[in-house]
């Protein structure tokens, strides 16, 4: 087995081997458990740092087995796939670092940090998928590792959460599940592919390919939340702050929209899928949702609940760009892909950071907020400005891309979409920045259980993870055309799918 | 109205099967050549015993073994009723009774006869109707016939004794089925040694089918009163 | 060959009519006085068929044996006070 | 190690019937509660065997013996194809960690055996030796006794269990499967009458010409014997609606023996109905193959269905085998290869084996909970994940076989039954089996939830007071069922779709994909069209 | 017709009959007693129609040997578990037995008594 099949596999290995023991491991060795937890995620950033060095060099990496005749697990390492793996495994070691010090002295902590491994393995897997059947392996295995993370507090509305989480993604991939397997049955080549592979089945096959495309759009729909696919992730909030990082920045979510993106681009090709009339209707689709979790979040008082909307319409985002046929719009969506994750994480940290620290939890009660905890509301409030799409965050990139993207594909409606929603997302955003940093503080907070020491207004690990997160999103906003930014990336891949010489 | 479709479903299943029996062809295959042409190399004379402990030996094993299953299922039971339900009943509480003299007598008469008898038919197993199972059976009869005359006593789990009676007979008839094995296959006696062999594992299996057939009863007769 | 014929026809008639009068008759000593009658008709019908193993098999068994099992069970389930077979084993 | 494994292949057909059938014995001999090392030691010897027969038969094709050196039709010949290779290689691989789990089971407390225990082995011994007869037959008078001693065993073992409701379901149990075999004897006494010889492949040629030329008595005596055959074989085999004598034997018996049931036995008769039906009687069921389909059906809706709502939880899972006993009905009809190439018998025998591994894991998960729990309702698992994680994994891993979720092997053979479906065009049968395993997560996450409850310490403390232990040695061998019966889809399906469909399909990914072409396109353009 | 002929067909009589007697009939013994008659139903069939042309058959012979020991086998278990039933229960008749068992293990089984109408078991 040659080095570069190897590199793929260590990849998966570096987050599945660490969860497999910490299962194993008793609850009271929290000194093993973390060692094991930083060093995966710090192993998998190395091996993925060599895979883009690879990549750069022009290696190809990739690994298959076979499972069943004409059924094989193919693992590759492209840039698409690049994209997502390195958002995921950065996000992957701060979410971790976070995670550490928000459970400290919780209970079941080895399930917990397990399925948690076990959660970005999946996610790995998705990202690293060479076809369908593959990707599907893992879309479902994410489905199986993340519902004991949804449950993990064992309340009752915490099993209720996670059982309509359960509901939706099953369903979904089971239409996901059929999508394939009929897709297979028509062409015997289900392999990821620049521009798609489908075209070789037309014409004939319009119907159904058209079926199909609904299929496989619903299923990872699920995921990505698309109205009206989307009631499981408000309701998948009561999980800890952590996983809902996972659930909104890292992994499920992402899958999703990363799912959608795979299947538009390298299934049945931008051109094929324009030509069967599919494009629109998904863009119409991911406008409808955008608005609608942007006006959904305006009437949320729980913090998580609102963000949790912002995301379902943040997502669509990526959707968006994706459907909006030609590069641009491409480059938009890919590169909110990152943005989003960047941002939306550090939203998600600073809420449970507040939730921990002083036990906010509603909106209400975020009065002066900033004064108590000034670092913490700043990256908040820059993730904030980011959503909305301030200038010199990596939301105006994305967003100012996307609405080229519209310009470009001829879609005008499109702008006024991504117009309208940016002025929700500020409709929402803003009153909470008021309110933390204008409002006075009130005497005392709903349950202060970190005390203030010095200059450091929280645990330090809730700290760092979430300040270096909103860093992150302010410099992808500020050097957008640097080489290692995500947006020359995007190009990159948009450049591959658009004017490479399609098969 | 269950009654109803069932019976109509069996008459009329009936009907349909004799029916179609009525204009049945003759069979395309006949065995009775191919035994004929085998019986020669099969060691007995008699074509059943041939057919039993022969070319189908392998069925007799495998029916010796649910034989002895069945044994097991019946000692199960009989052991749970016995340590089981209503703890009032120990045996120390059954009233001793003497034996009838008439069947302790006739118990007395019968069965060196009935030995006899079984014996013989055993040996004629070879060249004219009988053999093991028919043996055990008059065996297993007189055991019965014992117990009633109270000289065999029922038991509720058999002795240690008593399960490797049951069982030698079973052990001989495995052996000589897997000692082909070396050169041949399953069963496969030497035709020289074949009625040999089909004596010894016949003679085994009279003993052991006879206790087992004998078991099945009394160990059921055990507890069958103490039901008040 | 016809006095054979209607022996046959005869004994199949009983055969079924045991059968049934074991399945049906309402009071179960009978049906199993029936059944073992069944038993003893069905040795003769081996014999007829040339099947003189069988019918020592099923006379034994199928008449003998079975017919006490099922007596013996049968007495149980009614719950008699335990007779001489039941108590054997205790008088030595 | 492999050549002298190849060796002794040939001798693997009589071997696996003789050995159970001698330690069976012995540990009869042996006497109450003796004999588990023995079994074990032997089961371990048997897996070996298995192997290397499944090794011989994909390499070599299938191994003949011919018991008493006679040769079928006057004798009984042994056969070991693929299918035979695998079922063998099933029944093994589950009985040696199923008989080490119920040495721990039955031995918990020292070395005195509980009750339940008493007559375990040597009945499990003759189990296995009737099950690995079956497989091994091509005698349709030796299958009938083989049937038997497959049943009989299973009653015994089902009675042990010693309480009432065990008795009554035991005595259900054996009228069921005595109606059952008596059908099939009648059937084989049809068939003898009607062309002279029990031995299948001496039939297949006479049944098939007797069919040809319609309108002879011999085709329609055979039809009614294969129906009868075929009636009784799914009474033993528990397809709805005969399924009533399962629940209360799966569920009422002790856990090892309700694992060994719900794992191995109900598919030694479904394996004989497929062998009947593709073989032998196939001219006379194919126009009736939608029939079992149809059942098949109505048991996964209906099973799941009863599943859902049971209240204890052994009952919960004995229904689900009413359910997964239905997948393996649905595909008769689709003879023939989809577009992996992997044939309806093989995909079948990779879902009899993922739900024979997981099944068996899952009886024996729940046992060692109900030990625990020292409760047999499904609310009563509340709060394992603190006191049992491994035990609550092992159902968990076990779960995702039995919903066919990915990488288990009942997702692979569901995965394989879709793409036949979908290639034969057979589209209600893709819905059937997808909402089948949407079904089958509502009452395995209908536990799992339940699980994860967080009890108050208090409740937690009282329950391990009253808490039997159940040994380490115990929880691992369920574990390693229910790790089998998933790392069966990543690594087990290749090897096995192979020894099935013979070594000639080892090709079929690119056979298999050029023959499944053709229907594969039709169909999509038909359903396509608008 | 010959002899023979007419055994098989009054075995196929025996054997509906009997199989309609273990669907219907209450009492376990009964039972025992009509699985019996079918037994020997399909016994009658298998010699009787091999033996149609008059000439005996060994094999068919030997075969029943086996299938009659079997049905021993058989009833003796079923016996031991009826009497062990009754032993527990003081009931011996499948309707009682029916309803402790619901009472027992639940709802969804029921007696192979119920059972000739499809799905019946279940309610």
């Known amino acids: ?35 094991l937890n930083l060093f995966g995620a710090l192993a998998k950033i190395v091996l993925v740092g060599l895979l883009l060095a690879g990549v750069q060099a022009g290696e190809v990496y990739g690994f298959r087995h076979v499972v069943a005749p004409g059924l094989e697990l193919v693992f590759k390492a492209d840039a698409l796939g690049l994209l997502f793996i390195t958002l995921s495994t950065v996000l992957w070691l701060f979410t971790t670092l976070y995670a550490i010090g928000y459970l400290e002295g919780a209970p079941h902590r080895s399930r917990f940090f397990g399925f948690f491994s076990l959660c970005v393995t999946a996610t790995i897997g998705i990202a690293m998928a060479g076809n369908l059947f593959t990707f599907f392996v893992f879309y479902e295995l994410l489905t199986l590792a993340t519902f004991p993370l949804v449950a993990h507090r064992g309340t009752p509305d915490a099993k209720r959460g996670a059982t309509v989480y359960l509901g939706y993604t099953l369903v979904g991939g089971a239409a996901l599940l059929a999508g394939i397997v009929w897709l297979e049955s028509l062409s015997h080549h289900t392999g990821f592919t620049h521009g798609g592979f489908v075209a070789t089945l037309l014409p004939g096959n319009e119907g159904a390919l058209k079926a ?8 990872v729909g699920v995921k990505a939340a698309i109205v009206p696919l989307h009631g499981w992730l408000p309701k998948a909030m009561v999980a800890p702050a952590p996983v809902s990082a996972l659930l909104h920045a890292v992994a499920v979510v992402k899958a999703g929209a990363f799912g959608i993106v795979r299947i538009v681009y390298e299934v049945y090709g931008a051109e094929t899928a324009h030509a069967l009339g599919l494009m629109t209707p998904l863009a119409v689709l991911a406008a409808i949702t955008i608005l609608w979790g942007s006006l959904r979040a305006l009437f949320q008082n729980e913090l998580k609940k609102r963000l949790a909307y912002s995301t379902v319409s943040q997502v669509s985002y990526i959707v968006l760009g994706t459907a909006l046929f030609g590069p641009i719009g491409t480059i938009g969506g890919l590169v909110h892909l990152v943005h989003q994750g960047v941002m939306k994480i550090t939203l998600f940290f600073a809420a449970g950071t507040y939730a921990e620290t002083l036990g906010i939890h509603k909106i209400s009660e975020m009065d002066g907020v900033g004064r108590r905890m000034p670092l913490t509301t700043m990256a908040f409030s820059l993730g904030a400005l980011g959503m909305m799409g301030a200038p010199l965050t990596a939301g105006a990139v994305s967003k100012a891309w996307l609405g080229d993207g519209a310009v470009a594909a001829s879609m005008d409606w499109a702008v006024w979409v991504l117009t309208v929603s940016s002025l929700l997302n500020a409709a929402y955003f803003l009153p909470i920045l008021w309110r933390a940093w204008v409002r006075k503080s009130p005497e005392h907070w709903p349950d202060e259980h970190i005390v203030r020491r010095g200059y450091v207004e929280t645990h330090w690990l809730l700290l760092i993870p979430l300040l270096v997160t909103a860093a992150l999103s302010v410099l992808f906003g500020v050097l957008p055309a640097d080489m290692a930014s995500p947006l020359s990336w995007a190009q990159m891949i948009a450049e591959r799918e658009y004017f490479l010489p399609q098969r | 109205m269950k009654r109803l479709v069932t019976l109509s479903a069996a008459a009329i299943f009936a009907a349909l099967l004799i029916d179609v029996l009525l204009d049945l062809p003759a069979a395309a295959l006949d065995l009775r050549a191919l035994l004929a042409e085998a019986m020669p190399a099969s060691g007995v004379a008699h074509p059943v015993t041939a057919v039993l402990l022969n070319t189908r030996g392998y069925d007799t094993l495998l029916e010796i073994a649910v034989l002895l299953v069945a044994l ?39 069965t060196p006869l009935a030995v006899i008898f079984a014996i013989y038919v055993l040996w004629a197993g070879a060249h004219r109707p009988g053999g093991a199972f028919q043996a055990a ?91 008040q | 060959m016809s006095a054979a014929l209607a022996f046959d026809l005869l004994l199949v008639a009983l055969l079924l009519l045991a059968a049934l009068r074991a399945m049906t008759t309402p009071r179960l000593g009978q049906a199993l006085l029936a059944f073992v009658v069944f038993g003893l008709l069905m040795a003769l019908a081996w014999v007829r068929l040339d099947a003189p193993d069988i019918a020592l098999a099923e006379a034994a068994v199928g008449a003998g044996l079975s017919g006490v099992l099922l007596f013996d069970a049968w007495r149980a389930l009614r719950g008699e006070p335990p007779d001489e077979a039941s108590t054997a084993e205790h008088t030595r | 190690m492999t050549e002298r494994l190849a060796m002794l292949a040939p001798l693997a057909l009589p071997l696996l019937i003789l050995l ?76 040696l960690p199923l008989f080490i789990f119920a040495r721990g089971y039955f031995h918990q407390d020292g070395a005195r055996p509980d009750a339940a225990g008493h007559h375990f082995w040597p009945l499990a011994g003759f189990l296995v030796a009737g099950m690995n007869a079956l497989y091994l037959s091509e005698d349709i008078f030796n299958l009938y006794v083989t049937l038997e001693l497959v049943g009989l065993a299973a009653v015994g073992l089902v009675a042990s269990g010693g309480g009432a409701a065990q008795t009554a379901a035991a005595l259900r149990y054996l009228f069921a499967a005595l109606l059952g075999s008596g059908a099939y004897l009648l ?21 098939a010409g007797a069919s040809a030329s319609a309108g002879a008595g011999a085709s329609e005596v055979a039809l009614i014997a294969a129906l009868l055959m075929m009636a009784g074989l799914l009474m033993k085999s528990a397809l709805f609606p005969f399924h009533f004598w399962l629940p209360p034997a799966h569920g009422g018996a002790p856990a090892p023996v309700s694992a060994l049931l719900s794992a191995l036995v109900v598919k030694a008769s479904i394996y004989l109905v497929l062998r009947l039906w593709l073989g032998p009687l196939a001219p006379l069921l194919t126009p009736l193959a939608w029939l079992p389909t149809l059942l098949g059906t109505a048991a ?104 066919g979720l990915p990488p288990s092997g009942g997702f692979l053979a569901k995965w394989l039954l879709i793409d036949l479906a979908m290639a034969r065009g057979h589209w209600p049968l893709v819905a059937v089996i997808l909402a089948g395993g949407l079904l089958a997560a509502i009452y395995i996450f209908r536990v799992l939830r339940l699980a994860f409850l967080n009890l108050p310490e208090a409740v937690i403390e009282a329950e391990h007071h009253k808490a039997r232990v159940v040994p380490r040695s115990a929880e691992w061998m369920a574990f390693t069922l229910a790790a089998a019966s998933v790392l069966l889809g990543l690594f087990g399906g290749l090897p096995l779709l192979q020894l099935v469909d013979g070594v000639g399909a080892g090709e079929g990914v690119t056979s298999g994909v050029t023959s499944g072409l053709v229907p594969g396109l039709t169909s999509g353009a038909v359903v396509g069209a608008p | 017709m010959s002899g023979a002929l007419l055994y098989a067909i009054a075995g196929v009589l025996l054997f509906a009959a009997g199989a309609a007697g273990v669907v219907l009939l209450d009492h376990l013994l009964r039972r025992v007693l009509a699985f019996n008659i079918m037994g020997s139903g399909a016994c009658l ?78 309610d």
Request: contains cysteine; aromatic residues 4%.
């Open chain 4, 300 to 403: 996964i809706l209906w099973g799941s269905w009863r599943a859902i709502h049971a209240e204890r939880l052994k009952l919960l899972v004995a229904y689900s085998t009413v359910a997964q006993l239905g997948y393996l009905f649905l595909a008769l009809p689709l003879v023939g290869v989809g577009s992996t190439g992997a044939s309806a018998s093989a995909i079948l025998t990779l879902q009899a084996l993922a739900h024979g591994l997981g099944k068996a894991a899952m009886f024996a998960a729940a046992g060692i909970i109900i030990h625990a729990t020292g409760r047999d309702r499904v609310d009563d698992v509340a709060g394992i994940a603190e006191r049992l994680p491994l035990t609550l994994f092992t159902f968990a891993l076990a779960g995702v076989s039995l919903m």
């Open chain 4, 20 to 95: 159970p059938l001698a330690w069976a014995a012995l540990a009869f001999v042996l006497g109450t509660g003796r004999g588990s090392r023995l079994a074990i030691a032997a089961a371990a010897v048997q897996l070996m065997l298995a192997f290397a027969l499944a090794s011989a038969v994909m390499d070599g094709g299938p191994l003949h013996h011919a018991a008493g050196g006679w040769g079928a039709p006057l004798g009984i010949d042994l056969v070991a194809d693929g299918l035979a290779a695998a079922m063998l290689l099933l029944t093994q691989a589950v009985a």
């Open chain 5, 45 to 122: 069939v298998l010699v009787g129609l091999a033996q149609r042309n008059g000439i005996p058959d060994p094999v068919p012979q030997a075969m029943v040997l086996t299938g009659i020991v079997v049905a021993v086998a058989a009833t003796g278990l079923a016996l031991a578990l009826i009497r062990r039933l009754h032993a527990q229960t003081g009931h011996a008749d499948g309707k009682t037995e029916e309803e402790r068992v619901k009472g027992e293990t639940g709802a969804g089984c029921s007696l192979p008594a119920s059972h000739s109408v499809a799905g019946r078991g279940d």
């Open chain 2, 72 to 110: 097991l299922g019946v000692v199960i039971s009989s052991a749970r009723t016995n340590l089981s339900s209503d703890p009032g009943r120990t045996p120390a509480s059954h009233v001793a009774i003497d034996a009838d003299p008439m069947v302790s007598a006739l118990a007395r008469l019968v």
């Open chain 1, 212 to 219: 199909i495309f609904v299929l496989l759009i619903a299923g």
């Open chain 1, 1 to 35: 087995m040659t080095t570069n099949e190897l590199l793929p596999l260590l990849v998966l290995l570096s987050s599945l081997l660490p969860g497999l023991v910490i299962f194993a491991l008793p609850e009271a060795w929290h000194g093993l458990r973390t060692t």
């Open chain 4, 187 to 207: 059937g084989v006494a049809l068939l003898y009458g009607a062309f002279g010889s029990v031995s299948m492949a001496t039939l297949t040629p006479l049944i």
């Open chain 2, 137 to 227: 059976a008059i065996l297993a009869a007189a055991l019965v016939l014992l117990h009633f005359a109270r000289i065999v006593p029922a038991c509720t789990a058999p002795s240690c004794r008593l399960r490797v009676a049951a069982v030698a007979g079973f052990a001989i008839f495995l052996v000589i089925a897997a000692i082909p094995l070396a050169g041949g296959a399953l069963l496969q006696y030497p035709p020289a040694a074949a009625g040999l062999l089909i004596l010894a594992i016949e003679s085994g299996l009279t003993v052991s089918l006879a206790l087992v057939l004998a078991g099945l009863f009394l160990l059921l007769a055990d507890d069958a009163g103490g039901r």
